[in-house]
């Protein structure tokens, strides 16, 4: 009797060992890789300074600061034959003279450093608006989950690639959404952006962009959000670049651009 | 075979053509034989040599998805994308045994070679993907190693203790440049150990060690900043390790008292008893305390895990 009582005993305080925390930081430094070449280049649909912004990669283990990468000549041309020069205002930060992108216009980013040039060309697709916004409550025994929905019309005509930006109280959200309508076209459409990076509590000011992107651009960004992981991710690679060479990271977008706030109530 | 649409792709994942067939029909055909070739020389009752030589082909696939953050492997069909994996392997082992059959060793090398091998694009899209096949990639392989195996047959102890060193690689003209790559699965080193001891005339206890380096994956090897958010650079498929696997297991048996009409067990065990913490997956993300450090965290598993088993038969 007593035996088996030392024996419960065992069996319990071994099983609860068992269970213990199973997630922990630990130390791996896999090689640094040289440091990579990285152009960030938008066109929107508003008047205004047009940037392109180009840093450099830095090893894992240093810290997130991206040095600038300064003295490139930068040009965006329109399909019109229209070029304009960009001008380095701040260190890697380079702006075109005040104009408004346009839809259903290709734009070509060149970028020429260090005797290589870089070329990327995008076409600003048409505009598809908000409808309205709403927040999605789901509650989990006592803990609740807060997230956006955007309503928007998408037409049936064509095909169209939507990317989502969500900043609350002005920080951003990591979470990048890259949508299609391959399951939505020509349908109203309730796009719920459920992201884990800022809970979203009463009082919280979140802004929500809209951009319509195109189809290498909507490439880019899918591929980038499979890295982040989730259970149909692959080995992991860096997104396909709309560039004309491998050799860059980074992506050049002419999209439209549509903002809208809430409050969390 | 019918009925369905099946597309074909080219080299470079591009649709070239689409048909559909009826109930019946034959898309394609393969036929492919596997010769088998083994021969084995004694130089007396305890030494011999055996060589041999294997075609085998295999018409489903494993596609293996080689993220540190989340494994999902998909098995698919041969079709007329897809062509039946072809492996032809060499071996040479030298086999010995002693002290009357008590004590055995064997040593082995090999070498394979394979044809046809699949894997998934870089920047493959998976998610709400019918058909997967467009986002593969063909390419060949090889495998080649040296295992060494001694066995104590019987005994108050017996055992045995094995160790390969091996490397399998893939080579897909794709992916890092057409060099050959470690394959998810490339063990350099596996160790496995086992011992069972009798201890009176009910008690046995027994305890395996395994040991193996970890899966081949792909680390980031850098990071830029996109978007205004960190992002993480990755460099060629595979050329990482996750930490070496290893792992302990106790257990000890007690036979009941010797009975007529039944016999009965208690088998106690132990998994994991130094309780390592192997990792599942590695996920690369922001240091909370930090915002502009990176850091590892990896999730395992299984801890430690004891077990009780009565056994009883009649």
Redesign the interface.
């Known amino acids: 009797m007593c035996m088996r009582k030392y024996l419960i005993l065992l069996?319990v305080v071994?099983?609860s060992?068992?269970?213990?925390a199973?997630?922990?930081?630990?130390?791996?430094n896999?090689?640094?890789?040289t440091?990579?070449l990285?152009i960030?280049g938008k066109v929107i649909d508003q008047t205004g300074p047009q940037v392109v912004t180009i840093?450099?990669?830095?090893?894992?283990?240093?810290?997130?600061?991206?040095p600038p990468v300064s003295g490139a000549v930068v040009k965006l041309t329109d399909q019109y034959g229209l070029m304009r020069t960009l001008v380095e205002r701040a260190p890697g930060v380079y702006s075109s003279t005040s104009f408004l992108g346009r839809s259903n216009v290709a734009y070509t980013l060149n970028v020429t450093l260090a005797g290589k040039t870089y070329t990327a060309k995008s076409i600003m697709p048409e505009k598809v608006l908000i409808d309205s916004i709403a927040l999605s409550v789901q509650r989990f025994g006592n803990s609740t989950s807060k997230n956006i929905i955007v309503f928007y019309q998408d037409p049936g005509n064509q095909a169209n690639q939507y990317k989502f930006?969500l900043s609350v109280n002005g920080v951003?959200v990591?979470d990048?959404f890259a949508r299609n309508d391959?399951?939505t076209n020509g349908r109203f459409v309730q796009q719920t952006l459920y992201q884990d990076d800022i809970k979203l509590e009463s009082g919280d000011r979140v802004d929500i962009e809209m951009q319509c992107i195109d189809k290498g651009v909507y490439?880019y960004w899918?591929?980038?959000t499979?890295?982040?992981?989730?259970?149909?991710?692959?080995?992991?690679?860096?997104?396909?670049n709309n560039f004309n060479t491998d050799q860059v990271?980074?992506y050049f977008s002419a999209h439209t651009s549509q903002h809208k706030n809430i409050i969390i109530p | 075979m019918g009925p369905g649409n099946f597309n074909t792709y080219n080299s470079n994942n591009v649709l070239t053509g689409s048909r559909t067939y009826q109930s019946g029909d034959v898309v394609t055909r393969y036929l492919n034989p596997e010769p088998r070739f083994s021969a084995s020389y004694m130089f007396n009752d305890q030494n011999s040599v055996k060589a041999s030589y294997n075609r085998n082909t295999q018409n489903i696939h494993l596609i293996s998805?080689?993220?540190?953050?989340?494994p999902?492997d998909l098995y698919v069909m041969s079709s007329n994308n897809i062509k039946p994996g072809i492996s032809d392997q060499v071996a040479l082992g030298f086999f010995k045994n002693s002290a009357n059959n008590q004590y055995e060793f064997s040593s082995e090398i090999y070498y394979k070679k394979l044809q046809n091998q699949i894997?998934?694009k870089?920047?493959?899209?998976?998610?709400?993907n019918q058909d997967v096949e467009s986002?593969l990639i063909y390419g060949d392989g090889r495998a080649y190693g040296v295992e060494l195996f001694f066995k104590k047959r019987y005994g108050k102890l017996n055992g045995w203790v094995g160790y390969t060193l091996s490397k399998t690689e893939n080579r897909f003209n794709q992916v890092n440049n057409g060099q050959y790559f470690a394959a998810k699965h490339d063990r350099t080193h596996d160790v496995s150990v086992v011992g069972i001891y009798k201890l009176g005339s009910r008690w046995t206890i027994s305890g395996t060690f395994v040991y193996g380096t970890g899966n081949a994956v792909?680390?980031?090897?850098?990071?830029?900043?996109?978007?205004?958010?960190?992002?993480?650079?990755?460099?060629n498929?595979?050329?990482?390790r996750m930490?070496a696997y290893s792992r302990l297991d106790l257990g000890a048996t007690l036979e009941g008292k010797p009975h007529k009409r039944f016999h009965s067990s208690w088998t106690f065990g132990?998994y994991n008893a130094l309780?390592r913490?192997n990792?599942y997956t590695?996920?690369?993300e922001?240091d909370p305390n930090d915002?502009?450090?990176?850091?590892?965290?990896?999730?395992?598993?299984?801890?430690?895990?004891?077990s009780?088993t009565y056994n009883f038969s009649f």
């Open positions: 069996i071994l099983f060992l068992s269970i213990s199973c997630k922990e930081v630990i130390d791996i896999p090689a640094s890789a440091p990579q990285v960030e840093t450099k990669s830095v090893g894992l283990s240093n810290s997130s600061t991206f930006v951003l990591k990048v391959q399951f490439d899918y591929t980038y499979q890295q982040r992981g989730g259970f149909n991710s692959t080995t992991p690679t860096n997104p396909p990271l980074g | 998805n080689s993220t540190a953050a989340s999902t894997d998934y870089n920047g493959a899209q998976l998610l709400a986002q792909t680390y980031p090897q850098g990071k830029y900043i996109l978007g205004g958010v960190t992002t993480l650079y990755y460099g498929r595979n050329a990482d930490p132990l309780n913490k990792p590695i996920n690369f922001d915002k502009t450090r990176t850091r590892a965290a990896k999730t395992s598993l299984f801890g430690r895990i004891p009780v």
